[in-house]
C-alpha cells in the first residue's frame, strides 16, 4: 500500500494544505488508489516542537512514504534564529537527503486568466513552459560556506557553486527526456534551452559543455540552445514562448521559477515536483509562505492542488485522477471564481473567494 506524507508548515501552509488534502482524499476514494495518508512537520512548525526544521522522525517518514506533499515553510517568526536551523534548511535538507535532485516547475497558462498576468494577453496566451532545475547542488549546497572575519575586522560572506559533471548529465537526462515527450504530446519538435553564465563562471562553463556532449550522444534529435541567465531573464519576459523547455542549477532555476510563474498571472496557480532517481518525489507549490496573509483565508489553494495532480500522474503514473483535478481546476476557473491574488477587478462576473470557498468549489466539481 502507498503512502504520502503530507507537511503543511507555516504561514499559509496549513490553509492551503487542508484544501489540498481534502482534493486528494476524494480522488483517493473516487478512483480506488489505495493510498494511506500521514502528516509531520517541517520548518518554522518543527523548530516550535523539536528545536530543529527537519527533525528526524519526519525525515524517516519521508524516507518511508511513497511520496510527499509540502505546503510552504519560513516566516518572520523564526528570522531571528541562527541560519544553520532556520526552517528553509529543513526543506534544502529534505530535498538532499531524499536526492530529489530534479525540480520540475511548469508555467502553464490558464485562458481564463489571461488577463491577471501583467503581460499582454499575446505576449501569453497559450504559454506552457517547463523549468528543469537542478535542486541538489550549485551554490545552495557547495562548500566552503559561511560568513568569516577577515584580518582587519571587516565580515565576509561566501558560498561555492559547485557543480559535477555526473549532476550535469543527471539533470541534463531529465531535460531532454521531458522535452522528447512534451514534444511528442504537443506534435511539435523537441528542445531545450540550458541556461548559464559561461562567460563568466568556470561552473556553468562545464555544464554548458557538458550539455553540449549529452545532446551529441545521446540526444541528437533534441534542438539544444544556450542562453545566458540574465539575457533568459529577459528574455522569458520578452518572448516567453520561444521557450519550450528550459534547464538550469540550482539558483537560476529559484530566479527564473519565480519569473516564469508570474507570467501567468500569479505565482499561486503554480505547482512543483521534485523527483530522485526512482521517481519518487516531492510535490509542493511554488510559492513560498506568505506570512502576510497567513490565518485569513485569503491564500490560493490552487498551486497545492496542482501539486496533487502532479504527484498523482509522477509518482503514482495515475493520469486519469491527475486530469480530473487538472479539470476541476479549471471548471472553477471557468465559473469565475478567483481568490485575490488572481482577481482582475476590471474583468465581469468574477466572484471574489477564499482559500476554504476555493477548495471546496474543486471538491464540488470532481463530484
Ligand atoms: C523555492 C524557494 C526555496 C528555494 C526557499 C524557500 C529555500 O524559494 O522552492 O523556490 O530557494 O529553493
Ligand atoms: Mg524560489
Redesign the pocket.
Known sequence: MATVLTLAGDGIGPEIMTQAVAVLKAVNEKFELGLTLEEGDLGGAAIDRAGVPLPEDTLQKARAADAVLLG???GPKWDGIERSIR???G??KI?SELGLFA?L?VAKLYPQLANASSLKPEIISGLDLLIV?E?TGGI?FGEPRGIRTLENGEQQGYNTMVYKTSEIERIGKVAFELAKIRAKANGTAAKICSVDKANVLEVTELWKQTMIKLQQSEYPEVELSHMYADNACMQLVRDPKQFDVMVTG??F??IL??EAAMLTGSIGMLP?ASLDENGKGMY?P?H??APDIAGQDKANPLATILSVAMMLRYTFKHEVSAAAIEQAVSDVLDDGLRTGDIMDSDETGLTLVGCKQMGEAVLAKLG
Open positions: 510552504a515553510v519560513g526552517p528553509e534548511r526543506l534544502l530535498r525540480n516547475r532545475r535542486l545552495y540550482n539558483m532555476g529559484d521559477s519565480d512543483s509542493e511554488c513560498g509562505s
